[in-house]
Antibody
Framework: QVQLVESGGGVVQPGGSLRLSCAASGFSLSSYGMHWVRQAPGKGLEWVAIIRSDGSNKFYADSVKGRFTISGDTSKNTLYLQMNSLRAEDTAVYYC???????WGQGTLVTVSS | EIVLTQSPATLSLSPGERATLSCRASQSVSSFLAWYQQNPGQAPRLLIYDASNRATGIPARFSGSGSGTDFTLTISSLEPEDFAVYYCQHRSNWPPYTFGQGTKLEIK
């Protein structure tokens, strides 16, 4: 049974950093790519980043490029999103999803506020 | 970057009625389009992929059609649990995987 569980959200000041985790079970991260998708309060969905199954190909939305880094640890079967230089507009629920977007986590809330 | 425009923004219908939701792409996406349903406080759920294929476990009342730039999600007879927000998404093999702005399907 596939399960994705995010953690690491919280309140951070503008300019600060945060690392989100997504623990996967029921499948291997080394076999599938993974995405991060976010949703600002009361707004629509925004794709953030993808890491391909080989771990070396990574792509980002223009809004986070140069500030966010997606990575994976196959030994822990866990996906990460390192978020630096955070801005108020990064406030959102962050979801991880598998390569085909047919499995999603429950989301973790990131609030960027002073 | 491909822009997806969904219409209408809000659709008010009654249970048992037929719902037709539209998604238009700024350029051709071939059949690389997906539809999602999202209820308040929940993660999105994949309904349709590659424009017309139902995802696992999705009821037959949900159907997708279209190719190129114009796509439609049809719910043949609305059930109470279908009232939610629906998103389309560009789903080719190359990012960004853009979402539309959403259509809220509400009870009339």
């Amino acid at each position: 049974q596939v399960q994705l569980v995010e953690s690491g959200g919280g309140v951070v000041q503008p300019g600060g950093s945060l690392r989100l985790s997504c623990a996967a079970s029921g499948f291997s991260l080394s076999s599938y790519g993974m995405h991060w998708v976010r949703q600002a309060p009361g707004k629509g969905l925004e794709w953030v980043a993808i890491i391909r199954s080989d771990g070396s190909n990574k792509f980002y939305a223009d809004s986070v490029k140069g500030r966010f880094t997606i990575s994976g640890d196959t030994s822990k079967n866990t996906l990460y999103l390192q978020m630096n230089s955070l801005r108020a507009e990064d406030t959102a629920v962050y979801y991880c999803a598998n390569q085909y977007f047919d499995y999603w986590g429950q989301g973790t809330l990131v609030t960027v506020s002073s | 970057e491909i822009v997806l425009t969904q219409s209408p923004a809000t659709l008010s219908l009654s249970p048992g009625e037929r719902a037709t939701l539209s998604c238009r792409a700024s350029q051709s996406v071939s059949s690389f389009l997906a539809w999602y349903q999202q209820n308040p406080g929940q993660a999105p759920r994949l309904l349709i992929y590659d424009a017309s294929n139902r995802a696992t476990g999705i009821p037959a009342r949900f159907s997708g059609s279209g190719s190129g730039t114009d796509f439609t999600l049809t719910i043949s007879s609305l059930e109470p649990e279908d009232f939610a927000v629906y998103y389309c998404q560009h789903r080719s093999n190359w990012p960004p995987y853009t979402f539309g702005q959403g259509t809220k399907l509400e009870i009339k």
